[in-house]
Structures are given as structure tokens and as C-alpha cells.
């Protein structure tokens, strides 16, 4: 691939995540301006969570039957709409509606996704995934030190009206460089990929990977999402400048893991995700002393994050070499656990924040994390006693499903 073939599509990732969650670092500005009261201030990051959600079942699977170019073009047209809505917002209503129509539409993320699969030869696709995937981090903890710098010079709207200007530009840059997309399934139906998305849930392999998305991010979504909180209050009263700053060490972390595609290529997908999840349950112990030491909060930010980007990328890089001729479904419903989970941290710890303190969200997301790593122990030992029980020795067993080497 050439390099503009993986930088591009980075940059529409980046993007259109970054709809989703700008607004964590300045949910209290958002709050004030459209009179939302603390306890509820989550559901602004979980509005365009549902809207990923629905995006995810009813417009990812359409990727396996239109050009997937074209459509990634379209859908980014569709996030600058929903971002203007917001930075236009009258009201909280209109805020709700505006984030709900771009996170819908994000699920470009998705669509992006599985076209660098379809266009990479196998010995290059997890290096490439690892890379667009680089490009999600960045709009997601990019967006963050960003946002709170345009909103501490012009406000939290700014923020909205940028990234719509972006998705629009892109939506158009798409059309013009990117290569075409293999040619697309003309004899399925959208009921029938619609099924099929479906089926996937009830697959060992595909469920392993679903439910350590789901505990992963939602342990993310809980940092992520009620951070901003403590440290704009007592003892540290940080800047939204200030707070965005942390975006950047997770990015370092997040940046980190880059080579995980690598790994994943080289057929350790399984080991580097045992690993990176018990580094995610590590980094709360650094999270929790938030209250009393900002250079701990910071190394935990990059345990998270590094632990995060490594188990995405291995899960992305397993699901499209377990379901190669239908990988805009299979990303897209192993996305619906993502969506599922990162709304769940969103919506509870800011909740949680109001009833307990610092304290709640750092339970959470240990406990989350915990669940995590015992799905993927789970999903080992389901594996390895699959492949003991094959019995014939030339079945093929999906690539997920062999140990890995010692």
C-alpha cells in the first residue's frame, strides 16, 4: 500500500471518532451553556455512543455490498452535518440529536476499516490495520488536548464547527485518492448480510473477541469520560488546556502499541492480548491516586492506553483474518461490543464521580478490567479445547482458534 493509502484513511478515522469524543475533556462548559446537571452530563458522550450503536447493526454490514469508497465518503458528508448540528445547538436537545446523527455516521470508522483489510495483501494487513487503527486513537485522545485548547480560546462550540469543516474536506479527498474498492457482493441482499451480522454472535471465536471489546472499553470509556471532573475541581482546578494535555500521554501510549498489527502478522494476536489486559488492569492502580499525584495519573493514562490500542488492534487483526470475505459485518458487529461498552463507562462514571467521588469510577474500571482478562482467559481455554477435540488432523481450524506458540 502506499503511504497516502494508509494516511488517508487514518485521517477519516481520526475524524470521525473524534466527533464521538471531543466533548469528554468540556462536558462542564456543555453542561452550563445548555443547563444539563452533572449526574447527566455522561449522556452527552452516550448519545453518540447510541448513535455508533445503530450505525453499527444497520450501516457497517452495507459495506459488503456497496463500494466501500464511495460509501465512507458519503457517511463522512453525513458526520459534518451532525457536528454542525451540535456546534449550532440551541438547546440540550439539539446537542443530543446533533451527537446521536455523528456518531451514527462515524461507523465510517468501521467501513475504513475493512477497507484497508480488502485492500491489503495478507502479509501486509495487520500493519496496515495497526496503522489506520492509529489514526482512531489519535481522534479520540487527540481530540481531547485540542478540544479543550479551541474551548478555553473560543468556546466548547468551536470544537464542533472544526471537525465538521474537516469530515467535509475529507469526504471529498476520499473520492479523489483513494484506490477502488474490490467489487462488491452483487448477489447478497442487505437482509442477508443483515442475518448474517446476527449469526456472529452466537460463534465462539467471533463472542470471545466481542465481550473482551466490551469489558476493554467500557474500562476506557470510564477513565475517558469522568476524568475531566476531579481535575478541574479541588486541589487541582486544571484548565480545559490543562486537562486535554493528559490526551497527549495516552496518545504516546496508544502510539506505542503501534507494532501490535505486527505481532498480530507474525501470529501472536492471542499472547499480545493477555499481556496488554493485564497492563490495563495495572494502570488503575496508577489511576486511583489521581486525588494525590498527577505524574502517577499520567503513567496510568499510558498503561490504559497503550494496553487499549495493543487488544483492539489484535482483535481487529484476528476477526478479518477469521471472516476475510465478509469483514465490513464482522468489524462491524464486534463494534456493537465497543459501542455497548464505552457507553456503559460513559453514562456510569460520571455518575458514579457524584455519589462516591474519585473513588467509584477508579472501582469500576478495575473491576471491568478484571472482567476483560478473564474473557480472554476464558476464550484461550475454549480454543485450546477445541483444537484438541478436532478430530480430524487436516480439519481446518480458524487461525483465532490455534495455541499460540510458547
Given at each position: 500500500m502506499h503511504v497516502r493509502t494508509r494516511l488517508l484513511p487514518a485521517a477519516v478515522c481520526g475524524v470521525a471518532v473524534a466527533g464521538v469524543y471531543a466533548g469528554q475533556p468540556v462536558l462542564g462548559p456543555m453542561g452550563r451553556d445548555l443547563r444539563v446537571p452533572v449526574d447527566a452530563l455522561g449522556w452527552f458522550v452516550a448519545a453518540g455512543q447510541l448513535g455508533y450503536l445503530a450505525g453499527l447493526v444497520l450501516l457497517v454490514p452495507l459495506g459488503d455490498l456497496l463500494d466501500r469508497r464511495r460509501l465512507i465518503a458519503a457517511h463522512l458528508a453525513l458526520v459534518a452535518a451532525g457536528t454542525a448540528l451540535t456546534a449550532a445547538a440551541p438547546a440540550a436537545w439539539a446537542a443530543f440529536a446533533g451527537l446521536a446523527v455523528a456518531g451514527l455516521f462515524a461507523v465510517v470508522v468501521q467501513t475504513t476499516v475493512a477497507y484497508t483489510a480488502s485492500i491489503s495483501p495478507p502479509a501486509e494487513r495487520g500493519r496496515n490495520l495497526g496503522i489506520v487503527?492509529?489514526?482512531?486513537?489519535?481522534?479520540?485522545?487527540?481530540?481531547?488536548?485540542?478540544?479543550?485548547?479551541?474551548?478555553?480560546?473560543?468556546?466548547?462550540?468551536?470544537?464542533?464547527?472544526?471537525?465538521?469543516?474537516?469530515?467535509?474536506?475529507?469526504?471529498?479527498?476520499?473520492?479523489?485518492?483513494?484506490?477502488?474498492?474490490?467489487?462488491?457482493?452483487?448477489?447478497?441482499?442487505?437482509?442477508?448480510?443483515?442475518?448474517?451480522?446476527?449469526?456472529?454472535?452466537?460463534?465462539?471465536?467471533?463472542?470471545?473477541?466481542?465481550?473482551?471489546?466490551?469489558?476493554?472499553?467500557?474500562?476506557?470509556?470510564?477513565?475517558?469520560?469522568?476524568?475531566?471532573?476531579?481535575?478541574?475541581?479541588?486541589?487541582?482546578?486544571?484548565?480545559?488546556?490543562?486537562?486535554g494535555l493528559f490526551g497527549l500521554a495516552g496518545l504516546a501510549g496508544a502510539l506505542g502499541a503501534a507494532r501490535s498489527g505486527r505481532w498480530g502478522d507474525a501470529g501472536h494476536a492471542r499472547r499480545v492480548t493477555g499481556i496488554a489486559l493485564v497492563l490495563l488492569l495495572a494502570s488503575w492502580a496508577a489511576i486511583g491516586q489521581l486525588p494525590r499525584s498527577l505524574a502517577l495519573l499520567a503513567l496510568g493514562v499510558i498503561l490504559l492506553d497503550f494496553a487499549v490500542q495493543a487488544v483492539h488492534v489484535s482483535n481487529q487483526h484476528a476477526l478479518t483474518s477469521a471472516y476475510p470475505d465478509r469483514t465490513s459485518t464482522a468489524i462491524g458487529a464486534y463494534m456493537v461490543f465497543y459501542s455497548l461498552g464505552s457507553a456503559l463507562g460513559a453514562a456510569a462514571t460520571t455518575a458514579l464521580f457524584d455519589a462516591a467521588g474519585w473513588t467509584g469510577p477508579t472501582v469500576l474500571g478495575a473491576a471491568l478490567a478484571l472482567c476483560a482478562l478473564i474473557a480472554w482467559a476464558f476464550g484461550v481455554r475454549r480454543a485450546k479445547d477445541a483444537t484438541r477435540r478436532s478430530p480430524d488432523p487436516g480439519t481446518k481450524v480458524p487461525q483465532e482458534c490455534v495455541p499460540s506458540a510458547p
Open positions: 487503527t492509529s489514526g482512531v486513537v489519535i481522534g479520540i485522545l487527540g481530540a481531547r488536548f485540542i478540544a479543550g485548547v479551541l474551548s478555553d480560546l473560543w468556546g466548547w462550540r468551536s470544537i464542533y464547527l472544526v471537525l465538521a469543516v474537516l469530515a467535509a474536506v475529507l469526504a471529498v479527498l476520499v473520492l479523489k485518492v483513494l484506490p477502488a474498492d474490490a467489487r462488491p457482493d452483487a448477489t447478497a441482499r442487505y437482509g442477508q448480510v443483515l442475518r448474517s451480522f446476527g449469526g456472529l454472535f452466537v460463534q465462539p471465536v467471533f463472542l470471545s473477541r466481542g465481550l473482551i471489546a466490551f469489558f476493554l472499553f467500557a474500562s476506557f470509556g470510564t477513565l475517558w469520560s469522568g476524568m475531566a471532573l476531579p481535575l478541574a475541581d479541588a486541589p487541582w482546578h486544571l484548565s480545559r488546556t490543562q486537562i
